[in-house]
Structure formats: C-alpha cells, structure tokens
C-alpha cells in the first residue's frame, strides 16, 4: 500500500534548499545501507542541530530491502524526537541518482521525500524529456526533484565514466524551465569514490563554472555529488592495519566550505564514511583478534561516523545550529 513521506515524518527539499542558500551554507546529504550508518547521521545532526537528507541509492535499497529502509527512515524521525527531547529537526528521505520513471514513481509511492531522476547519461533533450515525465508525477504528490546536467568522472552508481562532461552554463536555465526541478546537480570537478585526482594532479574544483551556473539561475539550488574529502588520516589509518589504499586523494574541505557559502546548499558525501567505518573495523581486527561480537567493531565503527559527520557540519558545510531557522 502506498505511503506518503508526511505520514512518516519526513518533509521535502523545499524549505531546507531556501534556508540554506539564502543563510550560506549547505544541507548534508549522508548515504546509508544499515542501521549503524542511520544511527550515526541521526545522532551527528541532531547533536548539531542540522537538518539533514538521507540518502538511499538503488544499490542501497537492493542491500538493505526498500520496505526496511522505509520503516527505517520512520523510526530515524522518531529516534531523532527522542533524542531532541521531543523536538524534531527536518529530515528527508531522498533517492539518490534514480535512473529510471518507473524507480522514482515506486520510491514516492514507498514514503520518499525527494527523489532524484539522474539522466545525465542521456542526450540533453532526452534528460529533459525523462527529468519533466518525473517532475510532473513528483510534484502531485508534493516530492521534489533533483536532476543533473554533465558528467562526474569516476563511478557513478552502476555506470561508470573516465572523464568529467562540465556542466555548460550555457544550457542550465533552458533545463531548469523546461524540467520545472526543484534543485540542480552540476558537474565541476568533483567525482564519485575515494580516488578523485591522481597523485600529482591539481586536486581543484572548477568554481569559475560554479559562479557561471549561478549567474545564469541566480539563487537556484545547486547539488554537488562526488563530496568527498578522503581524509588522509583515515586512508593511513586503514593502510597501517592491512588496507591497500594506494593514492586516494579527495575534494578539499575549504573548497567545499567556498561552494557550500554559495548557491551550493545540497553536498553529497557516502565515500568518507566508508573510510571512517572501514578504518574503525580495521584497528578492532588487528588489535583485539579474539572479538567476533559485531557490536564490538561496529560500535566503535559508528561512534567514528558520526564524528567524522558532526565534523563535516560544523566545518565543511556550515549547517550546524540551523535546524530551526
Ligand atoms: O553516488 C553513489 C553513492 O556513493 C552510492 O553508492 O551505489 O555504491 O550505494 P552505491
Ligand atoms: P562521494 O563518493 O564523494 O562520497 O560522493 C557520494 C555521492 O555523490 C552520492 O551521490
Ligand atoms: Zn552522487
């Protein structure tokens, strides 16, 4: 049976988005599969006092099973209540680079707040075509929509791309009227995974295209993916307990922190906490190699998750504190 996401708790991008470009700062958009990595968001932002996106790929929901994740997403607003003394910051559940009509139309159905429709692989005309048949079903049910214009280099969930496509100025207003979204992902250097430039490579975003795209949709909500910062301390951390993480290199966080002042009010980050995770597991495993209880390497797992987000809150996107705007 079909739910709506204001049954279970959640809202949608638009307040969120118009808070965050008009205050300067950015809404977190954390990925998760598994309970642990919920309760590691849930926890980091209600201790900071930021609102926040859930993020669910189609990856994600094959894992994790998409009824699960919905009575997951419900329990996550009423855990966050519980830990806000009744008071609840605003959380979205949203998917993350939807491929397909017929996947958004089933995410809206099963409770999800915000979907996005990723046709950026597509010629232009039949992303905006695909882009506009999901914003007119979205829209009657009050789900807003993010869609994409250029293309990330790296592994972008199931397809891969070598290189980047910039986003061309040029060509976002004439989307953005035509697909009637709600928020725009653009394509400016940054990448999906934890190897985002080789080692040598001038580890820089494009923020002159950034600037670009704003003066053409000024105030428009712009998305980044590909966030990612791949913290060296982590890689080495993994590496010194049996890892083999050769050249990871990441966005740097005070570009992110430059972009998220911006138009940019919706960062994208999945990569680091695998790495904040996957290091935690590690230490516990090589130095404790009698434990077998799960809680025992997947608490400690979680307690570095939802530092490593209190972190990005505070520092990198600037949406701490601003729960109740
Ligand atoms: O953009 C990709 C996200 O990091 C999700 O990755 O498809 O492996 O769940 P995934
Ligand atoms: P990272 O791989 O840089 O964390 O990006 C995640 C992302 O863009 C999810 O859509
Ligand atoms: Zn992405």
């Known amino acids: ?32 599969n598994n309970m642990e990595q919920l309760q590691a968001i849930v926890m980091a932002c209600t201790e900071t006092l930021s609102p926040v996106i859930l993020q669910v790929s189609s990856g994600a929901r094959k894992y994790a099973n998409q009824t699960l994740l919905q009575y997951m997403a419900q329990g996550a607003v009423e855990y966050a209540k519980e830990l806000n003394k009744g008071k609840n910051i605003p959380i979205c559940l949203h998917l993350d680079h939807g491929d397909t009509y017929e996947l958004c139309v089933s995410c809206i159905e099963s409770g999800f707040s915000s979907v996005m429709i990723d046709g950026s692989h597509h010629d232009y005309e039949t992303n905006v075509e695909l882009t506009k048949k999901v914003v007119e079903y979205a829209h009657k049910h009050n789900v807003t929509v993010e869609g994409e214009l250029g293309v990330l280099a790296g592994v972008e ?9 910039y986003t061309e100025p040029d060509q976002v207003e004439d989307f953005v009227k035509k697909t009637g979204v709600d928020s725009l992902a653009i394509s400016i250097g940054t990448s999906h995974g934890a190897f985002k430039f080789k080692p040598g490579q001038n580890p820089k975003i494009r923020l002159d295209i950034l600037q670009e795209i704003e ?5 428009f ?7 990612s910062s791949v913290p ?80 990005k809150n505070d520092a990198v996107l600037g949406s701490s504190g601003h729960a109740f705007d």
């Open 232 to 311: 060296q301390e982590l890689v080495k951390k993994i590496n010194e307990y049996g890892g083999k993480l050769k050249d990871a290199i990441g966005i740097g966080e005070d570009q992110l922190r430059e972009a998220a002042k911006s138009a940019v009010c919706k960062i994208n980050i999945d990569s680091d906490g695998r790495l904040a995770m996957t290091a935690a597991i590690r230490e516990v495993f090589a130095k404790q190699p009698q434990e077998f209880d799960p809680r025992k390497y997947l608490g400690p797992a979680r307690d570095a998750l939802k530092e490593l987000y209190k972190h």
């Open 215 to 219: 003066k053409r949709i000024p105030g």
């Open 221 to 227: 909500p712009i998305v980044l993916h590909g966030s």
């Open 157 to 165: 969930d199931e397809v891969s791309s070598e290189t980047h496509t």
């Open 1 to 32: 049976m079909a739910v709506s996401y204001s049954q279970l708790g959640l809202v949608n991008t638009v307040d969120m988005f118009k808070k965050a470009v008009k205050g300067g700062y950015a809404i977190p958009a954390y990925n998760f």
